[in-house]
């Protein structure tokens, strides 16, 4: 993709982060009463219109009890302002986990590092072949960037994607993955994955959830109690603003 210009950005949907965070999808409790500690947020890249994939996949770790939304990656500076006050506010508990395609992965890496400057870690960083990142802060403890290599992102590192992320001067901390999409680790599927559609690849989708699955501990649910989100309200309903 071309680089992100002042006018593509002015275009940009931005999804209203009161019907999204303020008014989330609370995880669905699976037969034996059971949810999973944290809260994970999917950030689409341009325009919203090419990482579909990502909506299935915030379905997919609800269905697994966790608590996970797909917002406009643009949106990160209010989403970051959201975070800070559910846990200023004692309503955002558990591991946070932030997931970005393309340019929305970049926008990940940036609400990471904002995040940073508030004193809030994050469990789990997954890019899905992010474009131009900014280096990664120490408040991350493990970054997975799944991203095939290509030609052009040789050439124009800051135009396209297909390389691998880096840790922030200073930072000792962070564990960072760069797994490039190949057979031996995603099989025959993988000669399909591209740019485009490594959102919505199954196979990827499988992998992210369990890196996802494995910082977020299971806790048990009483059967008939009103139980809540990590935004503090009741799961099963949404509330609107903050």
């Not at 209010?78 to 932030?98: N, S």
């Not at 050439?155 to 297909?162: D, K, Q, S, V, Y």
């Not at 840790?167 to 999409?181: F, L, M, P, S």
Request: with cysteine; net charge positive; glycine share 10%.
């Amino acid at each position: 993709m071309l680089g992100r210009t002042s006018w593509l950005r002015s275009t940009t949907f931005i999804v209203v982060l009161a019907a999204s965070m303020g008014g989330c999808i609370a995880p669905r409790i699976d037969r034996a009463g059971r949810l999973r500690t944290g809260r994970a947020f999917c950030l689409r890249g341009l325009l919203d219109v090419f990482s579909l994939g990502l909506n299935d996949l915030s379905e997919r770790l609800r269905g697994e009890g966790i608590s996970a939304i797909t917002v406009s990656g643009p949106s990160w500076p209010d989403l970051a302002r959201r975070i800070r006050g559910a846990r200023l506010r004692g309503e955002l508990a558990g591991p946070l986990i932030l997931v970005g395609h393309s340019y929305g992965a970049d926008d990940a890496v940036r609400l990471a590092r904002r995040l940073g400057r508030y004193s809030i870690d994050v469990a789990l960083v997954v890019l899905l072949d992010a474009t131009s990142p900014p280096p990664l802060p120490p408040n991350v403890a493990r970054c997975v960037h799944v991203y095939r290599p290509t030609v052009l992102g040789d050439l124009f590192p800051i135009l396209f994607a297909g390389n691998p992320v880096e840790a922030a001067e200073g930072n000792d901390r962070t564990e960072i993955v760069n797994k490039i999409v190949s057979r031996a680790d995603f099989g025959a599927a993988a000669a399909r994955v591209d740019h485009m559609n490594i959102d919505a690849s199954t196979d990827i989708h499988g992998f992210v959830m369990k890196e996802v699955l494995r910082v977020c501990p299971m806790i048990a649910v009483r059967e008939g109690s009103r139980e809540t989100d990590s935004v503090g309200q009741p799961s099963g309903t949404s509330r609107v603003g903050d």
